[in-house]
């Protein structure tokens, strides 16, 4: 039985295009977005996937950020789209300046999401070494949603590569594990954290957690230090 392609409507063709995304067919996904804009112009939904789809496949960014902005020109309160743009210069263009701008944006429409407090975290303490602002970042994301290990686990590296600052670095993986118990990677930077304060029995007892968690990184360190 032929696969049917002579869809009616610009739905059918998202939903065509959403399976072909999951197959990671990437480009069948764009056409398929584009089939769906053609019979529904202001489709913004679809010119949304349509830039995920494009950002995916051979990363083609700029007409990634084409279709969010076309997303923004035909629904300005929609978060998602500004979030995304912020993506594409954070991860792919190594503008965090730029990034942080339309995680902005996302945030003002969005205030309650911890996502973009996040991305901000990130760029603010991996691009920027602007430590005070990511700090403040990862705070908001604990006011928002206290239970988030992973904030105070960003905390831990961000105070860690801020003068290396390690023992406060380990009172927050400290706080993160009491959250989430089975947090491989918190212990694996804690351990890093007590390796690069000196106390190298410490290291290795959370490497041997964080291997038991499943961890392989955090494996071959507990065994290269038993080694030594």
């Known amino acids: 039985m032929e696969e049917q392609t002579n869809f009616k409507t ?11 995304y999951d197959k990671e067919d990437y480009q069948k996904a764009v056409e398929c977005y584009e ?25 083609q960014h700029e007409k990634a950020i084409e279709c969010y902005q076309k997303v923004i020109e035909l629904e300005p309160d929609e978060n998602l789209a500004y979030f995304c743009i912020g993506l594409v210069y954070e991860y792919d263009k190594d503008d965090y300046e730029k990034a ?36 403040e970042c990862y705070q908001k994301i604990i006011e928002l949603k206290p239970d988030a290990a992973y904030a105070y686990c960003r905390m831990g590296n961000t105070y860690g590569d801020w003068n290396g600052q390690y023992e ?61």
């Open 168 to 228: 406060k670095a380990i009172e927050c993986y400290e706080k993160a594990i009491k959250l989430d118990p089975d947090f491989a990677y918190a212990y694996f930077n804690m351990g890093l954290a007590y390796d690069k304060s000196g106390d190298r029995n410490q290291a290795i007892e959370c490497y041997k957690k964080a291997a038991e968690f499943g961890d392989e990184a955090a494996k071959q360190l507990f065994l290269d230090r038993n080694i030594e």
């Open 100 to 135: 942080i701008e339309y995680y902005q944006k996302s945030k003002h429409l969005n205030p309650d999401s911890v996502a973009e407090y996040e991305s901000m975290g990130s760029c603010y303490a991996l691009w920027g070494g602007q430590y005070e602002k990511a700090m």
């Open 35 to 59: 089939k769906a804009v053609e019979l529904k112009p202001d489709y913004a939904d679809a010119y949304l996937r349509m830039g995920t789809a494009y950002a995916a496949w051979n990363k």
């Open 10 to 20: 610009a739905e059918e063709w998202l939903k065509k295009g959403e399976t072909a």
